[in-house]
């Protein structure tokens, strides 16, 4: 599965949309781009996740570049409960691919 | 459904000693995982199976980490004899596996101590 590279930290201002952005310069064109959550103590949950073409529900949009190297993850409006580490993983296709978790970016909302 | 179901959530046990770790998987799934996660090694799979037959056991650590999935709704994963560098939170998440992209539903970890 290719590699991904994300920022290790940012800040977001409560109502504000968060942009998480990630790299992932090497990925294939059966490799899928999901994107995981981990609150502090918690499971990681699933958020989205897109192949080519911009994905949207109820928690957040992701928007995949046209060369598919790089993605944004969109919270919208984010509040203090999104505070969290944010993962993006690039998964085959397939079903039980394996999750590659990296570090992930840490999400800070705050007041 | 109740989820991934694991248990204990908290085991505190001393050097040498047996731990066992359960998760009962959504059911319906069809794929199992076992993760671990520390601050050193962030979070890693250990193993996964599919209708409770072992297919990647690539992560697990050594010999000592054993696991076993004698049915659809039940799996274990046994560490004997336990050392201090096993303590780490333990997930275990579970996959339906009728899609090309179906994602992986997580519990809530079993956080062990070894002493």
């Known amino acids: 599965d290719a590699k991904t590279t994300q920022p290790p930290s940012m800040d977001c201002a409560e109502g504000r949309a968060a942009n998480l952005p990630c790299n992932h310069s090497?990925?294939?064109?059966?490799?899928?781009v999901y994107w995981y959550r981990q609150i502090h103590s918690q499971g990681p949950q699933y958020i989205i996740h897109?192949?080519?073409n911009n994905e949207t529900n109820e928690m957040a949009s992701l928007i995949i570049t046209e060369d598919r190297k790089s993605s944004t993850l969109i919270l919208p409006h984010a509040t203090l409960r999104d505070t969290a580490v944010y993962y993006c993983?690039?998964?085959?296709?397939?079903?039980?691919?394996?999750?590659?978790f990296g570090t992930g970016t840490r999400l800070q909302v705050t007041l | 459904d109740a989820g991934v179901i694991q248990s204990p959530r908290h085991e505190v046990t001393e050097m040498g000693q047996e731990v066992t770790l359960r998760c009962k998987p959504i059911?319906?799934?069809?794929?199992l995982f076992w993760y671990r996660q520390t601050m050193m090694r962030g979070l890693e799979l250990l193993i996964y199976?599919?209708?409770?037959?072992?297919?990647?056991d690539s992560g697990m650590p050594e010999d000592r980490f054993s696991a076993k999935m004698p049915n659809a709704s039940f799996s274990t994963l046994k560490i004997q004899p336990s050392e201090p560098r096993d303590s780490a939170v333990y997930f275990c998440?579970?996959?339906?596996?009728?899609?090309?992209?179906?994602?992986?539903?997580f519990g809530p970890g079993t956080r062990l101590t070894v002493l």
């Open positions: 993983i690039v998964r085959r296709t397939g079903t039980a691919s394996k999750l590659t």
């Open positions: 090497t990925i294939s064109g059966n490799e899928y």
């Open positions: 897109g192949l080519k």
């Open positions: 059911s319906g799934h069809d794929y």
């Open positions: 199976f599919n209708n409770n037959v072992p297919i990647d």
């Open positions: 998440a579970s996959l339906l596996g009728q899609g090309f992209d179906d994602e992986q539903f």
